[in-house]
């Protein structure tokens, strides 16, 4: 009679348990702009199938507010960027004007603009930012 009515209850303790997860997820995520939501997230980022659901649905969100910002994502990546800078300043010049601006910005929010190699790279690359400023 009694273990009848405990697995009646089990249902509703991993609702409880999923409910505080995702309560504690939200909380964690309000505090301080997520700044304790973080390190859970990079952890969770190790497992491979986590990993490319956070990518799909941090790519998601970026297409909903900035497309440009999502396109010239993709094309970066198709290219190869994020290994070569040469690669990166010819992936830039196939970028659209709007692509090339809106990359830039969010650039410079996360302050992870590519540092160039050489003069002529530097000097173009602060001409872009130039433009891009005066506009």
Do not use: C
Not at 15 to 29: E, K, N, P, Q, S
Not at 54 to 69: D, M, T, V, Y
Not at 74 to 88: H, I
């Amino acid at each position: 009679m009694i273990a009848v009515s405990i697995t009646w209850f089990i249902p509703i303790f991993i609702l409880l348990a999923l409910a505080l997860m995702f309560g504690t997820v939200v909380v964690l995520g309000r505090v301080q702009n997520g700044r304790y939501l973080r390190p859970v997230v990079t952890t969770l980022a190790k497992i491979p199938f986590m990993r490319t659901l956070l990518q799909k649905a941090s790519r998601k969100a970026i297409e909903r507010s900035n497309p440009e910002l999502a396109s010239a994502m993709t094309k970066l990546e198709r290219s190869g960027v994020m290994n070569d800078p040469q690669r990166a300043e010819a992936a830039m010049s196939r970028l659209t004007a709007s692509e090339r601006r809106a990359y830039l910005d969010a650039a410079d929010e996360m302050g992870a603009m590519p540092e160039a190699v050489n003069r002529a790279q530097r000097r173009r690359m602060e001409k872009m930012r130039k433009a891009q400023r005066g506009r």
